[in-house]
């Protein structure tokens, strides 16, 4: 039977084999859906369906999203991978898409986004150069303030104590073990045991992180990251033994219980953090993962060997590590002042030799 809208349906069904193929590949809904729908944006704006998809159709709406949005380039480039991957899977001879639409539309589909009309990636992180690691007084300062908000609701003697002190605690946890905002709300109390080799810390010296970043549609990576940060040992006890017994739900285990569900959600970090830097008059380009920027830089400040940091926040390449790392002034006049007395105390010991 012929279809009613031939063009609408074959674009529908072009979608949903894309879909389970994506799926196939283990890649997340959420990936998934997000393409879908930058595809179904790109076909609007171009009033085309695939089949008629030129260069200038992409070019014309990259060009729309940079001069007229202010899309961010690494945005723009995302954009137009999701597009580029759309076609790669349409043209693919073995789908058959290609015969398909040529025997109802006289036409076929191309690939149209090509190295020469679409954005290169050539650095690692092309985040805000406004992102960075907070400094250790912007750090304390952003702690204190956490604090005080838990103080002054005990003295008005408001609800939400307990929540105001589970979001201090998970803040400072997040830069105590340098977590990802998803790695930090599926802490449960269990992912936390003891390093032989640090007996001091007892039962919060390994912080066993099961939500790592997954890649190329793999399940989530785990990791220890060992405590390196005594105090975090405190903060954590206070409230898994105090406090959290009282807040949890019956039979949940989750370390960040929150008011209405078993667990506390991305969005409230967020929120959190923007109430706390808003207090404590932070640029407003900082977020939650400046915590784990921080992290990083204080440990490369401290003297930690690098592929040890490297290990303990997951990275797989020690140039991403770099790249997160924004080391102060008083650190590198200190490697400095150290390589120069190197080299004063060599040049003397050579001139008292001869």
Known sequence: MPLLRPDAQVFEAMLEGWRQQQLS??????????????????????????????????????????????????????????????????????????????????????QISHDWNSAKHVLDVEGRPQRRALARPELQQLFDAADERVEEIRRQHRKGVLAAFRDAVMLKTAYAFGLRRRELVRLDVHDFGRNPKAAEFGDFGVCYVRFGKASHGSPPKRRSVLTVMPWSVDVLTEWVEDLWPYCRRQGAASL?????????????????????????????????????????????????????????????????????????????????????????????????QR
């Open 256 to 352: 960040w219980p929150s008011e209405r569900t078993e667990q506390v959600n991305e969005a409230r970090v967020n929120a959190v953090f923007a109430q706390l830097r808003e207090t404590t008059g932070l640029p407003e380009e900082l977020g939650p993962h400046c915590l784990r920027h921080s992290y990083i830089t204080h440990l490369i400040e401290d003297g930690y060997d690098p592929l040890f940091v490297q290990q303990q926040v997951g990275h797989e390449h020690g140039s991403t590590l770099s790249v997160y790392t924004s080391v102060s002034s008083d650190y590198k006049t200190t490697v400095l002042r150290a390589a120069l007395d190197k080299v004063i105390e060599q040049a003397r010991s050579e001139k008292g």
């Open 25 to 110: 590949r283990s890649l997340s809904f959420s990936t998934v859906d997000d393409r879908l729908k930058l595809v179904r944006r790109f076909q609007e704006h171009s009033g085309e369906f695939p089949w008629r998809w030129v260069p200038q159709h992409l070019e014309e709406w990259s060009t729309d999203m940079r001069a007229v949005r202010g899309v961010a380039l690494s945005t723009v480039r995302a954009y137009q991978l999701a597009v580029r991957s759309f076609l790669a899977y349409v043209c693919d001879p073995l789908y058959g898409w290609g015969a398909e639409c040529e025997c109802r539309f006289g036409t076929y589909p191309v």
